[in-house]
């Protein structure tokens, strides 16, 4: 347990250092539902981690969906996916977006595009979050192509009719999803 935390201390202390010598801290918010946490999500918080000094990923709530997983267990497992990777932190966020960028003091917010038929979606929620919150800026990633189809529904469906799902999520959100679903 201690021996995990040490890159994240030690990262830590990094930024205190940098930033006390008045330089400016680079922190994208990264919200989802995240129900489960994906091989893609994976796959952009590792290259956010390339252009960010942090990046916070948030789970968040979705009022059209109805989970499989609560927040904290949500938060949990991708505490356990990103174990190693001292620029990234979780937290859970219930309400508005708009403002929790601003309560992170986030330069922006990141969302995945997979495919075509996410940009409308995503076009409109960076719209709306623009006009609650002027300074909200959402910058897009796309994941690598071997990931572009997954999405967290696909990954519960093919666990609960007893499919393999170990190629598309962490392996502990697999042993997570695969409990919850009975197999
Ligand atoms: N790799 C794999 N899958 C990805 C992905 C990637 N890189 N990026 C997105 N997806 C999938 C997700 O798995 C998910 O699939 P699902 O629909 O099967 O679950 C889908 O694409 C998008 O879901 P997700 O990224 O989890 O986001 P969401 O659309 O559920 O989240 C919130 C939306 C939570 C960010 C939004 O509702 C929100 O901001 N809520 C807070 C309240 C608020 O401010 N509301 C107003 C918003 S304008």
Redesign the pocket.
């Known amino acids: 347990m201690l021996y995990s935390l040490q890159p994240a201390i030690i990262y830590r202390a990094h930024l205190v250092l940098t930033f006390c010598n008045g330089a400016s801290m680079k922190r994208v918010l990264y919200?989802?539902?995240?129900?489960?946490f994906?091989?893609?999500?994976?796959?952009?918080v590792r290259r956010a981690c390339k252009l960010f000094d942090e990046v916070i990923v948030?789970?968040?709530?979705?009022?059209?969906?109805s989970p499989m997983f609560d927040m904290e267990e949500r938060k949990s497992l991708i505490e356990q996916s990103c174990a190693g990777m001292p620029q990234v932190r979780v937290v859970t966020?219930?309400?508005?977006?708009?403002?929790?960028i601003k309560q992170f003091d986030a330069q922006a917010?990141l969302?995945?595009?997979?495919v075509f038929s996410?940009y409308e979606?995503e076009l409109?929620?960076?719209?709306?979050?623009r006009s609650?919150e002027p300074d909200c800026e959402t910058i897009f990633?796309?994941?690598t192509h071997q990931?572009?189809f997954?999405?967290?529904?696909?990954?519960?469906e093919i666990a609960g009719l007893g499919g393999d799902i170990s190629e598309y999520v962490p392996p502990a959100v697999a042993s997570a999803v695969y409990a919850k679903a009975g197999k």
């Open positions: 919200p989802g539902s995240f129900d489960p994906t091989n893609g999500h994976l796959d952009l948030g789970v968040a709530v979705n009022s059209g969906k966020i219930s309400g508005l977006m708009s403002k929790a917010l969302r995945g595009l997979r996410d979606y409109q929620m960076a719209l709306a979050n609650l990633m796309n994941p990931n572009s997954i999405s967290s529904s696909l990954v519960k």
